[in-house]
């Protein structure tokens, strides 16, 4: 089964089009700015959830499907795959769209992982942020 755009409430948490200023040498889109795009999508997502200071602790599975190029519209999705006692790990999925407006195609994926801090920067339960 192909891959479909995710059915998220409210549509992407991030959409952009990727500008020639993002490319590197060889013409495409920086896999950083792509990656710098889902983390900003990931933490809208989380912001929402944590209410209060979070970090990106890590980033596992991440998978480039094919390069993103200059014009096309990208928009980046994020679905819950785990919360732990301090911790949220976000499946977040980066779409592109040709400037037509069709022909929709994943291109990035990846599971990235934050965790909620206290005032002192030191992890803290989310079962305090739902308390508050």
């Given at each position: 089964?192909?891959?479909?755009?995710?059915?998220?409430?409210?549509?992407?948490?991030?959409?952009?089009?990727?500008?020639?200023?993002?490319?590197?040498?060889?013409?495409?889109?920086?896999?950083?700015w792509?990656?710098?795009?889902?983390d900003?999508?990931?933490?809208?997502?989380?912001?929402?959830?944590?209410?209060?200071?979070?970090v990106?602790?890590?980033?596992e599975a991440?998978?480039?499907?094919?390069?993103?190029?200059?014009?096309?519209?990208?928009?980046?999705?994020?679905?819950?795959?785990?919360?732990?006692e301090?911790?949220?790990?976000?499946?977040?999925?980066?779409?592109?769209?040709?400037?037509?407006?069709?022909?929709?195609?994943?291109?990035?994926?990846?599971?990235?992982?934050?965790?909620?801090?206290?005032?002192?920067?030191k992890?803290?339960?989310?079962?305090?942020?739902?308390?508050?």
């Amino acid at each position: 089964m192909a891959d479909e755009i995710p059915n998220v409430p409210g549509g992407p948490h991030l959409r952009t089009v990727a500008m020639p200023r993002d490319t590197n040498a060889s013409g495409a889109i920086f896999g950083g700015w792509t990656v710098s795009q889902m983390d900003l999508a990931g933490g809208t997502f989380v912001a929402q959830r944590v209410q209060g200071r979070f970090v990106t602790v890590s980033i596992e599975a991440m998978r480039f499907l094919r390069p993103i190029s200059v014009g096309d519209e990208v928009s980046v999705y994020c679905t819950l795959q785990e919360q732990g006692e301090t911790s949220i790990a976000v499946k977040i999925e980066t779409w592109v769209r040709d400037r037509s407006g069709t022909n929709p195609e994943k291109v990035t994926e990846g599971v990235f992982t934050y965790v909620a801090l206290d005032e002192d920067g030191k992890p803290r339960s989310l079962d305090a942020a739902e308390s508050e």
